[in-house]
Structure formats: structure tokens, C-alpha cells
């Protein structure tokens, strides 16, 4: 008869009416009591992303309006107001608890960006070009620093049995960020100018301030303590150096993460010509807004696909096929990419091969060159990890915007033998990884 009332109780429980609170629990991962705090992690990684794809576009249009030798500079401007943020933001972090840092750090982009939209809305042609500089490398920074500050935060908040539930879904927030800002550009783009964008992405960040304050409300007394510089210290980037230097696995995975950089801005850099040359008849703002449309449009598709390969085909490429091969795919992309820009320079072109490339680096090649310091100790992770996804990524940025305008000068066959000798090298360092990936993981 008890085991009957039990059955019983049992059905009833399974059959109690979904609340919209079980349900946001059931899809985020959360457990009832954690969920205003899961969601507003979620509201606030959509808010940061959503606000830096809307201005992203907008960098990207403001580069194209200028002369190659201009944009290289740029690219070079950037790597020096990296490091130099590094040193701030190390001195920062050792006199501040993490939860007065991150909020500075909010406060900081929000009047930042208020301040760029007001000069966006003001400025006049004698101050076009300083305004166009500070913005590009503004934005290209705030990228480096808002991803690691907002994963420094989410990881103390959670403990680890926690963030396997939730991480996912803070993931999804991310990505539903970047695809709602790329489309809002992609749409409006031509009709909005770029004092709106910037404005409404302020707004995005102050929303992301305001969940960032709820959510350090659960931060860990003893939170912060042990973190480092976002991005990794200038200290920090020394020893990881060493270490790529003394480590023939990790010297090889540097040079891969340059010959990306490298390439990938060399392809960006056609973007930037194509983009100039197609709206080159048209008055300077209205040119932008045309530029800034197609750069969103691109942005949105390389979301979307990133998303569905995901969802879909990631796993399965790198379970079946293995890490080399994933690896392999983004080089022979990009060798594509190079080559069918060269000789069909159209926007046409442009946006399906820039979506193609993206997607499948964001997508295939990115995780599975996470997978390779799954082998190498945590000391040898962290510093050289910190060194080669910030350092030398953005030096090789640096290194192709020169080259770029370089090997332009050396006529179309030059180019094409040394970009297609590069890709090619590019992808043989990708295979050489995965297998030296596969002989310390059966030797474990």
C-alpha cells in the first residue's frame, strides 16, 4: 500500500506543471536557488558581446576608408596599447579587490564609448583621423581585455561541479550577443550613423555594468586574490616566452598562432581595399555607413555558421577525422580565401569566403588548438597560453599589416607564390602539432 501512495506521489510529481522557473532552470542549467544569478551572467554576457559587435563593424569600416600603410600602423598602435594596458591593468589588479576592479573597468568602457559616439557626433575633418585611430584601437583592446575579465569573474563566481551545468548557457549569451549585434548592423547599418552605434553599444555595456554588480554580489570573499592581469602581465609573457623557446611543441604552436594571425590579417586587409574601392564614389559618411553594413553583414553570417558547425559538426570532425586534420582546415581556407580575392576582388566574393574562413576557425580550429595544451603542465598552460593568444597574436597582426603592403609591391605571381608558400607551411605546423599531440597522449 506504501509502495502504491509512492508511485503515486511519484506520477504527481512528474506530472506538476512546467513553471517558467523550472523551465529557465531545465535550459540554463541552473538550480532554482543560483538562477537570478545564472541569468544575470547571461544578460550581461549578451549585453558585452552585443555591444562590441556593434562596433566592430564600425572599426572595421573605419580602417577601410584609410591607406594600407595607415591601417598597418594602426595594427602596430594596437600591439603598443596592449602592452601598455597589460602594465596598467597589472598595477590595477594589485591595489584593488577584483570587485572594485571589474566595475571600474565597466565604468571606464561605458564613458569611454560615451565619449567616442559625442566625438563621433562633433567632430570635423581636421580631427577625423585621430578619431578614427583612437576608436580602432580603443575597440580592438577592449576586445582582449572584456573577454578575459568577464570568464575571470563567471569562474570565481561558480564552482567547478557548477560551471559544467552553466557554462553552456552563459556560452549561448555570448554567442546570441554577437549574432544580435551583427544583425542590428546589418540592418540598420545604412540608415544609422556611427555616433548612434557607438551611443547604443554604451548603453549595451551599462546594462553589462549593472548585471556585473549583481553578480559580484556572490563573489567569494577570498575571490581575486590570485588573479593575474588580463591577458597575462608583461612578467608573465616573459616566462611564457621562455618556455615556447625551450619547448619544441609549444615553440611550433606559437608559430602556428602567427602564421594565423599573419594570414588572417592579410586577408583582412583585402577586405579593407574591397570595401574601399566599392563605395570610394560616395561622400566620406555615407561610404562608412555602406562599409559598415557589409562588415555586419560578414560578422552575422561568421556567427551563424560558427553556431550551426558547433552544434553539429565540430565534435564529430575532430572525434573522426583528429586534430591534425581540423588544424589543416583553417590554412587551406585561408589559401582559398587569398586566392579567390586576387582575382574576383568583389564584395561579392568578399562576404562568402570571409564567413567560410571565420566560421571554420571559430568553429573547428580554435578548439582544437585548445585541445593541444590539454598535454603540456599547468605552469607551461598558463604562461605560454598567455604569451601566444594575446602577445604574439596581436604581433603577427602587426607583422601582416606590413607585410601586406609589402608584398603588394612585388607584383601578382610574387604575392601569390609567397602567400600560397605560407598557407602551406601554415598547415604542415597544424599536422606536425596533432601528431606530436597523439604520441604525448599515448605516452601518458
Known sequence: MDGEQDQQ???????????????????????????????????????????????????????????????????????????????????????????????????????????????????TAASAKALDSTFFIAVSVFNLLSLSIFWSTVTDIFASDRAKAVFPAIGLGLTAGNIAGSWTVSTYGKQVDASTLVFASAALLAVSGICAAFMLRSLPAHAGKAHRTPGGSITDAIEGLRLALRSDYLGRLAFYVLLYSVTGTLVWMQQQAILKAEFQSLAADVARQNRTAVSGTID??????????????????????????????????????????????????????????????????????????????????????????????????????????????????????????????????????GQSLRKRESTK
Open 300 to 433: 552575422l553570417y561568421a556567427n551563424i555558421l560558427t553556431a550551426i558547425l558547433q552544434l553539429f559538426i565540430a565534435g564529430r570532425i575532430l572525434r573522426f577525422v583528429g586534430v591534425s586534420a581540423a588544424l589543416a582546415l583553417t590554412p587551406l581556407t585561408t589559401l582559398a580565401a587569398l586566392l579567390a580575392l586576387y582575382f574576383s576582388p568583389t564584395v561579392a566574393m568578399l562576404i562568402p569566403v570571409q564567413v567560410a574562413r571565420r566560421g571554420i576557425h571559430y568553429a573547428i580550429d580554435r578548439p582544437a588548438r585548445e585541445v593541444l595544451y590539454t598535454v603540456v603542465s599547468p605552469q607551461e598552460r598558463y604562461k605560454s597560453k598567455n604569451l601566444i593568444d594575446t602577445f604574439v597574436y596581436r604581433f603577427g597582426d602587426a607583422v601582416g599589416g606590413w607585410s601586406e603592403a609589402l608584398v603588394a609591391k612585388l607584383g601578382i605571381v610574387a604575392s601569390l607564390a609567397a602567400f600560397g608558400t605560407m598557407c602551406l607551411g601554415f598547415a604542415g605546423i597544424g599536422v606536425s602539432l
Open 9 to 123: 506521489a511519484g506520477t504527481t510529481r512528474t506530472q506538476a506543471p512546467a513553471t517558467p522557473i523550472r523551465l529557465l532552470s531545465k535550459f540554463t542549467g541552473a538550480e532554482a536557488r543560483e538562477l537570478p544569478l545564472v541569468l544575470a551572467s547571461i544578460l550581461c554576457a549578451f549585453c558585452l558581446f552585443c555591444g562590441y559587435s556593434l562596433a566592430k563593424p564600425l572599426r572595421d569600416a573605419v580602417a577601410a576608408g584609410h591607406e594600407k600603410e595607415w591601417v598597418a600602423s594602426l595594427l602596430t598602435g594596437t600591439l603598443i596599447a596592449m602592452l601598455g594596458a597589460s602594465v596598467v591593468v597589472g598595477v590595477l589588479v594589485s591595489r584593488l579587490s577584483w570587485r572594485r576592479f571589474v566595475l571600474a573597468a565597466h565604468a571606464v568602457w561605458v564613458l569611454g564609448a560615451i565619449g567616442l559616439a559625442v566625438w563621433f557626433k562633433l567632430h
